[in-house]
C-alpha cells in the first residue's frame, strides 16, 4: 500500500486543564483531497494550528512520507511542505498581485552595484500563475490586491503556495464568505491542486462543498473525530445530521414537538 503522504495517530491537545483534542488519527494522499467536517468550536481550528506548526500537540505522532515529524514554528511546517490559506487568503490589500505573492521571497536583480527587487519578473510569475488555476481576468501584476474579489484572493493565495512547493495544502474555510459563483470558482482551484498531485485538506461546515470536491472525509465534535470515511459511502443528509450530533438534535426535535402540541392545545375557558 502507498505511504500517506501525512498521517496523524493519536494527536491530543490540552491548554492547562482543558482537553481541545482527543486522539485523532488522519492520513492524507497525494492528490487526493480530505475534508475536515464540524461546526463551530468541533476543533478544528486547533488542528489546523497544530498542523500548521502554530501549537504542539500534547501527545501523538505526526508523519510525512512515513517519517516522524515536528513542527517547532510555522516556518519549520512550510519547510516540510505544510502551506495554509486561512479564509481571507492572507494577502495584503494595499500591495500590488506581484509583491503579495512574494513577500518574503522577493525576486531581485542587480543594477550596477545594488541588488533591487525585480518587479517585472515577479509580476510576471505572479499573473502566470493565477492564470493557471482559472483566473483570466488578471493581467497585470501591478494591480492593488484591495481590487480583487474574495475569490481571486483566494487563488492568488493558493497560486503562491503551489508555486513555492506545497505538497500539503491547507484551506481553511474558503468558501466561507464567497457568493455562489466565486464560491463554484474556488472549488474548481481546489480540485486543479488535486490534478497536480497535492494533498489537500479542506476544512469547512459547508457539507455540499464538500461533497463536491472531497475524496476522504473525517467529521470532529467537541474535539474528538466522530466519523471517517470515504467518497459515496454516507448521503449528505447523513453527513448533516452526524455534524449536528444527531442524537442532540432528535432529542431537540422531540422538545419542540411536545412544547408546541403543549402550547398548541385548546385551554380550558378558551373562546373559538
Known sequence: MTTPLLRLT?????????????DISLEVNRGEVLCLLGDNGAGKSTLIKILSGVH??????MEMDGKSVEFGSPRDASDHGIATVHQFGGTFPLMSIGRSFFVGAEPTRRWGPLTIYDRKRANEIAVTEMRQLGITRIDDGDRLVGGLSGGERQALAIARAVHFGASVLILDEPTAALGVKEAAHVLRI?????????????ITHNVVHALTVG????????????????KGEKSREAITDLMAGGEQMAELE???????????????????
Open 190 to 202: 481546489v480540485l486543479q491542486a488535486r490534478r497536480k498531485g497535492i494533498a489537500v485538506i479542506f
Open 10 to 22: 493519536g494527536i491530543n491537545k490540552s491548554f492547562g486543564p482543558i482537553d481541545v483534542l482527543h
Open 254 to 272: 422531540a422538545e419542540i414537538e411536545s412544547f408546541s402540541a403543549t402550547n398548541d392545545a385548546p385551554r380550558d375557558g378558551a373562546h373559538a
Open 215 to 230: 475524496d476522504h472525509f473525517a467529521v470532529l465534535i467537541r474535539g474528538s473525530k466522530a466519523a471517517d470515511f470515504r
Open 56 to 61: 504542539k500537540p500534547t501527545s501523538g505522532r
